[in-house]
């Protein structure tokens, strides 16, 4: 038979009717370790014994006792609950270690022990009766031990626990929808078990965080600026990080990604990947753009990930994903097509294609091709791809031109060479021969051809202008020899809003040089312009002493006059217009 201690006690008559059945009493002792202090006066005072008695309820029914087991440490007589925590790592807690809940003490661990495979630790944990009605399903628990330091450009944030939690450990307990003591509670079932977190904010995400990661390979033909645990975005959002580097069986170079468990959903077929490593740097005569996706993404590199809205060849035959190297690449990629000049002209990457003046892309690479022709191959905006990518499209160098007979597109001595685009309406191509100078005609200049015969072509050229009492009607696009080399033809072009002035009995003659008149009161110099003093040209005009002849068809044979009647300039017939 155990043999125990037996110890008198005098209960103060005012409290004796509470020393029933089922009273609890228990030793009180003084407590000094690293994760509390307890009772500290008792080493004054000495140990006392504390007394519970039972509750209202079974104190009618209860009897009266005088002796009673003296317990090691108190065990509250209202049963609480019981639940089970696992966790993958239970350093930091101990048995006796409190459950709190907004910084109130609702419980403790009663004790620790390993899963049957021993994958796990299960914490058993006791919530005391009064806050039974904090726990349903969806309650979460997470890790309350330690101490989180938060670095950012604002400043560093130190977040701690109460010095118990700090030395010894505990639990927190986090409801997502609060929770009222008057709300019907639903019974917990004995076998749930719940996830511990490692801290309050992955509590706040969610079960998913326990979810296997995600591993992705991206190829591409270089390394990216991103080291292995470089970030990966979402709408910069970090959702995983750079797990490693290696080369593919394809010779491409490959980066593998771990995307976190409760962000795999955001990975789909159609996601595509882009490197935000570093500056992106645009600089232009408005001032120089600066963008980066985040300081990380500048200190460490990045791959930010998203959809793209058109269909794209995000991905390779082998399933990896491609990595582009910005993002409009990714998601707005754009279409390139392949210009052939005979020489560039100071063309050179990233020189401008324009469409009215609108910048729609830009040369991407230059090269020689097999005839030693200059390929171009320009990337161009999605929008405006359908529009230039079809046959009939003109393509021309704009380039400064400077010379007695005025200056022409100065700007690109400060912007540089650029290349125009006319739109052509045939069918859809890529592939077209590139022009060195503006075309001759353009589009909405086109009207009546006409010939001109002359002994020669005399200062004459290609461009020089034809005018109509000194206003520019149309201008010389072509001049040769006839047929039996005996003359020259002059090829003029009269602009769509003039060619009903010239009629079947029109006359030409030269507009280049000039005359000089002597007389007594001195020296005329005449010349129709300047212009066709410098690049010559060509004056034409109707007689008006017969009604108005029909209008000319087109390439009709005039005879250029060799000498000028200043008669002509008197005529002065009428020519509506049609």
């Not at 468990?261 to 955001?266: A, E, F, N, S």
């Not at 050179?348 to 910048?359: A, C, F, I, M, W």
């Amino acid at each position: 038979e155990n043999k125990h201690f037996v110890v008198s006690a005098t209960i103060n008559p005012q409290f004796s009717e509470l020393v029933t059945e089922g009273a609890q009493f228990w030793l009180e002792k003084t407590s000094i370790t690293f994760s509390k202090i307890k009772n500290l006066g008792n080493i004054i005072t000495g140990d006392y014994l504390a007394f519970e008695p039972v509750s209202d309820e079974q104190m009618k029914t209860s009897k009266s006792s005088t002796r009673f087991v003296i317990q090691e440490s108190h065990t509250s007589l209202n049963p609480g609950i019981s639940l089970m925590v696992v966790t993958d790592d239970a350093t930091g807690l101990n048995p006796g270690d409190p459950i709190n809940y907004n910084g109130i003490k609702i419980g403790s661990i009663n004790s620790l022990g390993f899963s049957e495979n021993s994958q796990f630790i299960e914490t058993r944990i006791t919530i005391n009766h009064n806050y039974k009605y904090l726990i349903n399903d969806y309650s979460q628990f997470y890790l309350l031990s330690g101490i989180n330091f938060k670095a950012s450009l604002q400043g560093l944030e130190v977040q701690s626990t109460p010095m118990e939690n700090i030395i010894s450990g505990g639990i927190g307990l986090y409801n997502k929808v609060p929770v009222k003591k008057s709300d019907k509670v639903t019974p917990i079932d004995k076998d749930q078990r719940f996830r511990l977190y490692p801290s309050k904010n992955f509590a706040k995400v969610g079960k998913n965080i326990f979810s296997k990661p995600l591993t992705i390979s991206l190829l591409s033909k270089q390394l990216p600026s991103v080291s292995v645990g470089s970030p990966v975005y979402y709408q910069k959002l970090p959702i995983g990080e750079v797990s490693g580097f290696n080369l593919d069986d394809s010779g491409l170079m490959k980066t593998k990604l771990s995307i976190k468990g409760q962000y795999k959903h955001l990975i789909s077929k159609q996601s595509v990947f882009w490197n935000v490593s570093g500056f992106e740097v645009d600089a232009g005569l408005s001032g120089v753009k600066v963008q980066a996706e985040s300081l990380l993404a500048i200190a460490s590199g990045g791959i930010a990930v998203g959809f793209a809205e058109k269909e794209i060849e995000n991905m390779h035959r082998n399933g990896a994903y491609k990595l582009f190297d910005n993002r409009d690449q990714a998601t707005q990629p754009a279409t390139r097509i392949t210009l052939t000049f005979n020489q560039a002209n100071d063309l050179q990457t990233g020189s401008k294609l324009r469409l009215k003046g609108l910048v729609i892309g830009e040369i991407k690479t230059l090269e020689l091709n097999s005839k030693n022709k200059v390929q171009a191959t320009i990337a161009i905006k999605p929008e405006f791809a359908k529009k230039v990518a079809r046959k009939g499209s003109r393509f021309w160098m704009i380039r400064s031109d400077i010379s007695l007979s005025g200056a022409k597109n100065l700007s690109t001595l400060i912007t540089g060479v650029y290349i125009n685009v006319s739109l052509g309406k045939g069918e859809v191509t890529k592939r077209f021969v590139g022009e060195d100078t503006e075309p001759l005609l353009a589009a909405h200049k086109t009207g009546l051809p006409i010939i001109l015969l002359a002994d020669n072509a005399g200062s004459t050229d290609v461009s020089s202008p034809v005018y109509y009492r000194q206003i520019q009607i149309g201008e010389v696009i072509a001049k040769q020899l006839t047929n039996d080399a005996a003359g020259v033809e002059i090829v003029t072009n009269i602009y769509p809003q003039y060619s009903h002035l010239i009629r079947e009995n029109s006359i030409f003659w030269p507009a280049s040089g000039f005359n000089l008149n002597v007389g007594i009161t001195g020296a005329t110099l005449k010349s129709t312009s300047l212009t066709s003093l410098i690049k010559g040209g060509i004056n034409m005009s109707t007689p008006d002493n017969k009604s108005l002849q029909p209008m000319s068809d087109a390439f009709s044979r005039f005879q250029l006059k060799t000498e000028f009647n200043e008669h002509w300039l008197t005529w002065k017939l009428s020519i509506p217009k049609p």
